[in-house]
Each structure stands twice: as structure tokens, then as C-alpha cells.
């Protein structure tokens, strides 16, 4: 069974810095799609930065030019860089990929844990 474990969360004041990581383990043929999405208390889950199996990136606007995203497809890892955080950054974040487990399988969509940030002002 595939599984999505992230790490790096914490507590950080106000333009500082966190590095997100998610790991994909278990055994499965590709990853295709892969993303980060927050969610704050009261709030829905919504997109922060996705990358695609093609290599494309996209950033929600509030994050742009802020944090970046990338991955390392030999590894099954994806990084969230998290630059000038702000307090609204603050929430859960979960980590989302596309996972096929065998080439004659179709992809489904599977959810980290979450991971919490919290920026303080």
C-alpha cells in the first residue's frame, strides 16, 4: 500500500523559513501529479503548489515568488521551500500525489498526514 509521509513543520515567526518534505513508500509503477495544500482552522483545503509528471509547476497566487516547489522522482520525494512566511501561511499542510501501482492500473488520488505550520507575527 502506497503511503504519503511528510515532515518539516514547525513553528516559525513571521518571515522566516520551513522546508516541507514528502516521501512516497510502499510499492507502486509511477507518480504522476504531485501537490502541497493547506488548510486552516475553519477553512477548506485549498491548493498551494502543484507539479506535474511532465515537469510543469503551479503556485497559488498568494504564495508565488514565496516558496517553491520541486521533487526528486528517483527518490519518490517532494520539497515545499517555504521563504517569507506570513501568519495567513499558517495551517496544515498535506502533501497530494497521483500514484498508478501497476502500468495496467489506473491512477488514483492519495493524502499525507499533514503536516502543521504555524507563523506567529
Known amino acids: 500500500q502506497v503511503q504519503l509521509v511528510e515532515s518539516g513543520g514547525g513553528l516559525v515567526q513571521a518571515g522566516g523559513s520551513l522546508r516541507l518534505s514528502c516521501v512516497a513508500t510502499g510499492r507502486f509503477f509511477s507518480i504522476n501529479d504531485m501537490g502541497w495544500y493547506r488548510q486552516a482552522p475553519g477553512n477548506q483545503r485549498d491548493l498551494v503548489a502543484t507539479s506535474t509528471g511532465g515537469g510543469s509547476t503551479n503556485y497559488a497566487d498568494s504564495v508565488k515568488g514565496r516558496f517553491t516547489i520541486s521533487r526528486d522522482n528517483a527518490k519518490s520525494t517532494m520539497v515545499l521551500q517555504l521563504n517569507s512566511l506570513k501568519p495567513e501561511d499558517t495551517g496544515v499542510y498535506y502533501c497530494?500525489?497521483?500514484?498508478?501501482?501497476?502500468?495496467?492500473?489506473?491512477?488514483?488520488?492519495?493524502w499525507g498526514q499533514g503536516t502543521q505550520v504555524t507563523v506567529s507575527s
Open positions: 497530494n500525489a497521483h500514484v498508478r501501482p501497476t502500468p495496467s492500473t489506473y491512477e488514483y488520488n492519495i
